[in-house]
């Protein structure tokens, strides 16, 4: 993991601010999603992606009835019917 060497206090309702440069670098857009993760006793912060529920892809996603499937897992269920 790289340090960027910025330091952020949580405020009173547990927010915190990432800085704009951080988010120009990793084209993260005011409203955009984030996914939290934990790993030991580290939190990962990722920019959400919808992906397939089936192969876990994230290019070419629709939403199916509240489901995400990408367009190669349609194919092949249109294939097998």
């Known amino acids: 993991m ?3 060497g910025i330091v952020r206090k949580v405020d009173e309702l547990g927010r915190i601010v990432l800085p ?7 084209d993260i857009a005011e409203k ?6 934990v790993e030991e006793d580290s939190i990962i ?6 992906s397939c529920i089936f192969c876990d892809n994230a290019k070419d996603v629709v939403n ?4 995400n499937v990408c367009s190669d897992c349609i194919k ?3 294939e097998k019917f």
Do not use: N, P
């Open 2 to 4: 790289k340090s960027t």
């Open 20 to 26: 704009i440069e951080l988010r120009r670098t990793l």
């Open 32 to 37: 955009d999603s984030l996914e939290i993760y």
């Open 45 to 50: 912060l990722r920019k959400y992606q919808a």
């Open 64 to 67: 199916f009835k509240g489901k």
């Open 76 to 78: 092949t269920m249109t």
